[in-house]
Protein backbone atom coordinates (compact mmCIF):
# COMPACT_ATOMS: atom_id res chain seq x y z
CA UNK A 1 0.00 0.00 0.00
CA UNK A 2 1.00 3.35 -0.55
CA UNK A 3 2.34 5.32 2.07
CA UNK A 4 2.59 8.67 2.98
CA UNK A 5 5.12 10.85 5.60
CA UNK A 6 4.74 14.06 7.11
CA UNK A 7 7.54 14.06 9.37
CA UNK A 8 6.64 16.86 12.04
CA UNK A 9 3.45 16.59 13.64
CA UNK A 10 3.79 19.98 15.38
CA UNK A 11 5.49 22.91 13.74
CA UNK A 12 5.34 26.13 15.37
CA UNK A 13 6.82 29.51 13.84
CA UNK A 14 7.08 33.27 14.20
CA UNK A 15 4.51 35.50 12.60
CA UNK A 16 6.21 36.44 9.60
CA UNK A 17 8.82 34.02 9.30
CA UNK A 18 9.37 31.70 6.64
CA UNK A 19 8.01 27.93 7.31
CA UNK A 20 8.45 24.30 5.10
CA UNK A 21 6.59 21.35 6.15
CA UNK A 22 7.44 18.41 4.73
CA UNK A 23 6.02 15.10 2.77
CA UNK A 24 7.56 12.36 1.86
CA UNK A 25 5.92 9.11 -0.12
CA UNK A 26 6.48 5.76 -0.91
CA UNK A 27 6.20 5.22 -4.69
CA UNK A 28 7.72 4.03 -7.42
CA UNK A 29 5.44 4.63 -10.06
CA UNK A 30 4.16 7.99 -11.07
CA UNK A 31 1.78 10.04 -8.58
CA UNK A 32 -0.44 13.01 -8.44
CA UNK A 33 0.65 14.78 -5.25
CA UNK A 34 -1.86 17.29 -3.22
CA UNK A 35 -1.40 19.22 -0.18
CA UNK A 36 -4.70 20.57 2.03
CA UNK A 37 -5.36 22.58 4.95
CA UNK A 38 -8.08 21.98 7.66
CA UNK A 39 -8.89 24.72 9.86
CA UNK A 40 -10.98 24.14 12.83
CA UNK A 41 -14.03 22.46 12.66
CA UNK A 42 -14.23 22.62 8.60
CA UNK A 43 -13.39 20.24 6.21
CA UNK A 44 -10.51 20.24 3.87
CA UNK A 45 -9.49 22.83 1.36
CA UNK A 46 -7.48 22.35 -1.61
CA UNK A 47 -4.34 24.44 -1.11
CA UNK A 48 -1.97 23.06 -4.43
CA UNK A 49 -1.93 19.88 -6.41
CA UNK A 50 1.26 18.43 -8.85
CA UNK A 51 -0.14 16.64 -11.87
CA UNK A 52 2.84 17.15 -14.35
CA UNK A 53 5.04 19.62 -15.86
CA UNK A 54 6.87 22.29 -13.70
CA UNK A 55 8.14 20.96 -10.28
CA UNK A 56 7.33 23.93 -8.83
CA UNK A 57 3.60 24.58 -7.95
CA UNK A 58 1.72 27.74 -6.99
CA UNK A 59 -1.49 27.34 -4.64
CA UNK A 60 -3.63 29.51 -2.37
CA UNK A 61 -2.36 31.92 0.35
CA UNK A 62 1.39 32.31 -0.55
CA UNK A 63 2.10 28.85 -0.49
CA UNK A 64 3.93 27.00 -2.95
CA UNK A 65 5.59 23.32 -2.90
CA UNK A 66 8.32 21.68 -5.01
CA UNK A 67 8.10 18.19 -6.43
CA UNK A 68 11.49 16.09 -5.92
CA UNK A 69 11.40 12.56 -7.59
CA UNK A 70 14.25 11.62 -6.53
CA UNK A 71 13.63 12.02 -2.99
CA UNK A 72 9.95 11.01 -3.30
CA UNK A 73 8.91 14.74 -1.77
CA UNK A 74 6.70 17.20 -1.51
CA UNK A 75 7.17 20.38 0.92
CA UNK A 76 5.57 22.83 1.56
CA UNK A 77 6.85 26.31 1.28
CA UNK A 78 6.02 29.56 2.51
CA UNK A 79 8.16 32.34 3.12
CA UNK A 80 6.21 34.92 5.62
CA UNK A 81 3.49 33.42 7.68
CA UNK A 82 0.21 35.38 8.79
CA UNK A 83 -1.68 34.36 12.33
CA UNK A 84 -4.35 33.19 10.15
CA UNK A 85 -2.37 30.33 8.61
CA UNK A 86 -2.71 28.65 11.84
CA UNK A 87 -4.19 24.92 10.67
CA UNK A 88 -3.73 21.40 9.80
CA UNK A 89 -1.91 20.55 6.97
CA UNK A 90 -2.50 17.17 5.29
CA UNK A 91 0.07 16.11 2.67
CA UNK A 92 -2.37 13.51 -0.01
CA UNK A 93 -1.37 11.04 -2.64
CA UNK A 94 -2.52 9.44 -6.03
CA UNK A 95 -1.02 6.88 -8.06
CA UNK A 96 -1.93 7.61 -11.61
CA UNK A 97 -2.69 4.30 -12.35
CA UNK A 98 -5.18 3.82 -9.20
CA UNK A 99 -8.17 5.36 -7.65
CA UNK A 100 -7.08 5.46 -4.21
CA UNK A 101 -6.02 8.41 -2.17
CA UNK A 102 -3.50 8.07 0.58
CA UNK A 103 -3.26 10.83 3.19
CA UNK A 104 -0.80 11.37 5.43
CA UNK A 105 -1.33 12.38 9.43
CA UNK A 106 -0.89 15.89 9.11
CA UNK A 107 1.01 18.76 10.73
CA UNK A 108 -0.03 21.04 13.25
CA UNK A 109 1.08 24.73 12.15
CA UNK A 110 0.93 27.51 14.94
CA UNK A 111 1.69 30.71 13.95
CA UNK A 112 2.71 32.71 17.31
CA UNK A 113 2.30 36.29 17.19
CA UNK B 1 -23.09 27.82 -4.66
CA UNK B 2 -20.44 24.87 -5.58
CA UNK B 3 -20.43 22.95 -2.41
CA UNK B 4 -20.61 19.17 -1.02
CA UNK B 5 -23.21 18.83 1.85
CA UNK B 6 -23.16 16.33 4.62
CA UNK B 7 -25.78 15.09 6.85
CA UNK B 8 -26.30 15.05 9.84
CA UNK B 9 -23.46 17.09 11.18
CA UNK B 10 -23.39 15.62 14.49
CA UNK B 11 -24.79 12.29 15.71
CA UNK B 12 -25.11 10.37 18.73
CA UNK B 13 -25.79 6.53 18.78
CA UNK B 14 -26.09 3.15 20.19
CA UNK B 15 -24.09 0.58 19.05
CA UNK B 16 -26.48 -1.63 16.45
CA UNK B 17 -28.22 0.44 15.25
CA UNK B 18 -28.21 1.09 11.80
CA UNK B 19 -27.79 4.78 10.19
CA UNK B 20 -27.14 6.24 7.03
CA UNK B 21 -25.00 9.46 6.57
CA UNK B 22 -25.96 11.58 3.46
CA UNK B 23 -23.77 13.14 0.79
CA UNK B 24 -24.85 15.51 -2.23
CA UNK B 25 -22.65 17.52 -4.54
CA UNK B 26 -23.56 19.70 -6.79
CA UNK B 27 -20.99 19.97 -9.25
CA UNK B 28 -21.65 17.59 -11.39
CA UNK B 29 -18.68 15.49 -10.34
CA UNK B 30 -18.05 11.55 -10.89
CA UNK B 31 -15.78 11.18 -8.37
CA UNK B 32 -16.96 10.43 -4.57
CA UNK B 33 -15.39 9.25 -1.62
CA UNK B 34 -15.66 8.77 2.25
CA UNK B 35 -12.96 9.16 4.36
CA UNK B 36 -12.96 8.91 8.60
CA UNK B 37 -10.53 10.75 10.03
CA UNK B 38 -9.08 10.04 13.30
CA UNK B 39 -6.18 11.70 16.08
CA UNK B 40 -2.78 10.52 14.76
CA UNK B 41 -4.29 8.86 11.86
CA UNK B 42 -4.94 11.45 9.64
CA UNK B 43 -7.57 10.34 6.76
CA UNK B 44 -8.11 7.17 5.94
CA UNK B 45 -10.43 6.46 2.64
CA UNK B 46 -13.60 4.12 3.11
CA UNK B 47 -15.02 3.61 0.08
CA UNK B 48 -14.71 5.37 -3.06
CA UNK B 49 -16.85 5.42 -6.54
CA UNK B 50 -15.61 6.34 -10.27
CA UNK B 51 -19.64 6.75 -11.51
CA UNK B 52 -22.70 6.01 -10.61
CA UNK B 53 -23.02 2.02 -10.00
CA UNK B 54 -19.32 1.86 -9.88
CA UNK B 55 -17.98 1.72 -6.07
CA UNK B 56 -14.39 0.12 -4.82
CA UNK B 57 -13.08 0.04 -1.24
CA UNK B 58 -10.65 2.30 0.43
CA UNK B 59 -8.30 1.43 2.80
CA UNK B 60 -10.74 0.99 5.79
CA UNK B 61 -13.80 -0.45 4.41
CA UNK B 62 -14.91 -2.91 6.92
CA UNK B 63 -18.00 -2.42 8.50
CA UNK B 64 -19.18 0.37 6.09
CA UNK B 65 -21.46 0.18 3.04
CA UNK B 66 -22.14 2.41 0.19
CA UNK B 67 -24.11 3.08 -3.02
CA UNK B 68 -24.34 5.25 -5.51
CA UNK B 69 -27.63 5.43 -7.85
CA UNK B 70 -27.22 8.77 -8.79
CA UNK B 71 -24.59 10.74 -9.82
CA UNK B 72 -25.31 13.90 -7.11
CA UNK B 73 -25.13 11.32 -4.25
CA UNK B 74 -23.06 9.02 -2.58
CA UNK B 75 -24.44 7.80 0.81
CA UNK B 76 -22.69 5.76 3.93
CA UNK B 77 -24.10 2.96 5.89
CA UNK B 78 -23.02 1.53 9.10
CA UNK B 79 -25.27 -1.56 9.15
CA UNK B 80 -24.37 -2.35 12.99
CA UNK B 81 -22.26 0.36 14.47
CA UNK B 82 -19.83 -0.45 17.06
CA UNK B 83 -17.73 2.07 19.36
CA UNK B 84 -14.44 1.88 17.38
CA UNK B 85 -16.66 3.50 14.57
CA UNK B 86 -16.56 6.70 16.54
CA UNK B 87 -15.03 8.95 14.05
CA UNK B 88 -14.98 12.15 11.98
CA UNK B 89 -16.19 11.61 8.67
CA UNK B 90 -15.98 13.47 5.65
CA UNK B 91 -17.42 12.90 1.84
CA UNK B 92 -15.47 14.63 -0.85
CA UNK B 93 -15.79 14.92 -4.65
CA UNK B 94 -13.49 15.44 -7.64
CA UNK B 95 -13.60 16.34 -11.45
CA UNK B 96 -11.88 13.66 -13.40
CA UNK B 97 -10.16 15.16 -16.36
CA UNK B 98 -10.54 13.65 -19.54
CA UNK B 99 -6.71 12.51 -19.08
CA UNK B 100 -7.92 10.60 -15.73
CA UNK B 101 -6.16 13.44 -13.46
CA UNK B 102 -7.82 14.49 -10.36
CA UNK B 103 -8.51 18.56 -10.06
CA UNK B 104 -7.90 18.05 -6.44
CA UNK B 105 -11.20 16.71 -4.08
CA UNK B 106 -13.68 19.10 -2.65
CA UNK B 107 -14.66 18.34 0.97
CA UNK B 108 -18.09 17.97 2.99
CA UNK B 109 -17.85 19.88 6.18
CA UNK B 110 -17.95 16.47 8.34
CA UNK B 111 -20.23 14.31 10.26
CA UNK B 112 -18.83 13.90 13.92
CA UNK B 113 -20.46 10.67 14.67
CA UNK B 114 -20.10 9.04 18.17
CA UNK B 115 -21.32 5.01 18.73
CA UNK B 116 -21.76 4.16 22.84
Known amino acids: AQSVTQLDSQVPVFEEAPVELRCNYS??????LFWYVQYPNQGLQLLLK??????LVKGINGFEAEFNKSQTSFHLRKPSVHISDTAEYFC???????????FGTGTSLTVIP | EAQVTQNPRYLITVTGKKLTVTCSQNMNHEYMSWYRQDPGLGLRQIYY???????DKGDVPEGYKVSRKEKRNFPLILESPSPNQTSLYFCASSFLAPSGAHQGQFFGPGTRLTVL
Open chain 1, 92 to 102: AVRRKTGNQFY
Open chain 1, 27 to 32: SSVSVY
Open chain 1, 50 to 55: YLSGST
Open chain 2, 49 to 55: SMNVEVT
